[in-house]
């Protein structure tokens, strides 16, 4: 009399199995999207710091580098100075000595082009490249007229950009001005600095960073040296752009997310000032790389978890369908109460074994009759 209500039971149970299978599926699939998605945000931001942190460290680098190089120079230039207007001395008196002197203070310092003393007039009067001095006047150039119509508070200048005395590449002059004993104007000394100098050694820094791009440029925007170079680019910083914005402002040092005025793509730059010189480096790398550094970290993770994520599913999915034909087959059995009753009643008859009279040898079973 409970044989009935045992069907019915049975389809309940197994409805409840393909009901918790599903849901299985479910979470085999929404779990470990939504931890990827949750790895993804704090991997992304991950990689974002670590970024930031390589720039910061290859920033330092070049600063405590360029830092040294200009003390150097400012160092040297107090020296040709002294040498230039020691009054009765013999280099002072002879050209040809001082371009000596000058020779060999340029000697084994590769950031160094020429080494100039200018008159008051404008005039070269030794360099240490050639003797006699072979460049024109220096009337019409950005360090002179700095010093001449005493435009800065300070006794160092950097200039703009200029073709070189070869005519072969350009370079910045750092100069510093020839005063008198009553203060009066005697002209400069320059030290006409190579950007290429600094552009192999950022090179170099940058060998174990692709995509690390670094900027020398003065507090104006005038660009000194940018590795890469970029051909066409502009000689001056646009006063809108991300990093001279800030510049401008009297930051001395940043990090900003925004648009290069040099190539006009997106990137993380960071900035900081050379000291107590008007000069300042920047390095950058495009956020599209530090993106795309993600998501192939992102690609790779789920490569590997795509594979057991499919086992799982493959299985529920297994499951749940021998759960749906147990089911069928206990609602066929639930509509059919005569064929179940039959089917238990074949079932649960006792058989016993009866040797076979066509074969002795063999044996056959029969329902036991009563």
């Not at 149970?13 to 993804?40: H, I, K, N, T, Y």
């Not at 991950?46 to 390589?54: C, F, G, K, M, S």
């Not at 007039?121 to 010093?147: K, L």
């Amino acid at each position: 009399m409970n044989a009935h209500p045992s069907v019915p039971s049975s389809e309940e149970e197994a409805e409840a199995s393909v009901r918790s299978l599903r849901r299985l599926m479910l979470l085999c699939a929404v779990v470990p999207l939504v931890l990827l998605g949750l790895f993804a945000s704090y991997r992304f931001q991950q990689v974002h710091d670590e970024a930031e942190l390589r720039l910061d460290r290859a920033l330092r680098i070049a600063q405590e580098h360029a830092l040294k190089v200009m003390e150097t120079d400012e160092t040297l230039l107090r020296h040709v100075s002294d040498l230039a207007d020691t009054a009765g001395g013999p280099i002072a008196q002879d050209p040809a000595l001082l371009h000596q002197a000058l020779r060999a203070l340029a000697q084994d310092k590769p950031q160094i082009r020429t080494i100039w003393v200018i008159d008051a007039e404008g005039r070269p009067v030794a360099n240490s490249r050639t003797h006699p001095p072979v460049d024109g006047t220096w009337t019409g150039r950005d360090a002179f007229r700095w010093h001449a119509e005493r435009r800065g508070t300070g006794n160092l200048a950097f200039s703009e950009m200029r073709p070189s005395q070869a005519g072969s590449d350009a370079v910045f002059d750092m100069s510093r001005a020839r005063l008198g004993p009553a203060g009066e104007f005697r002209g400069i000394v320059v030290i006409s600095a190579s950007p290429d100098y600094f552009a192999r050694f950022h090179a170099d820094l940058s060998a174990d960073e692709p995509g690390l791009a670094i900027t020398m440029f003065r507090n104006d925007g005038v660009v000194y040296s940018r590795w890469p170079a970029l051909p066409g680019a502009a000689a001056r910083m646009s006063p809108g752009s991300p990093v001279l914005s800030r510049v401008l402002r009297g930051e001395s040092r940043g990090i900003i997310r925004g648009v290069s005025s040099l190539d006009g793509k997106p990137r993380l730059l960071l900035f900081r000032r050379v000291g107590e010189f008007p000069v300042y480096l920047g390095t950058g790398t495009e956020i599209s790389a530090i993106r795309d550094t993600g998501l192939r970290e992102m690609g790779m993770i789920l490569a590997f978890a795509a594979v057991p994520v499919m086992g799982l599913l493959v299985a529920a999915f297994a499951a749940m369908k021998r759960a749906a034909q147990a089911r069928e087959a206990a609602r066929r059995l639930h509509q059919n109460p005569t064929r179940a009753a039959r089917s238990r009643k074949r079932c649960a008859r006792p058989r016993r074994w009866k040797r076979s009279a066509a074969s002795p040898a063999a044996w056959r079973t029969t329902s036991t009759t009563h």
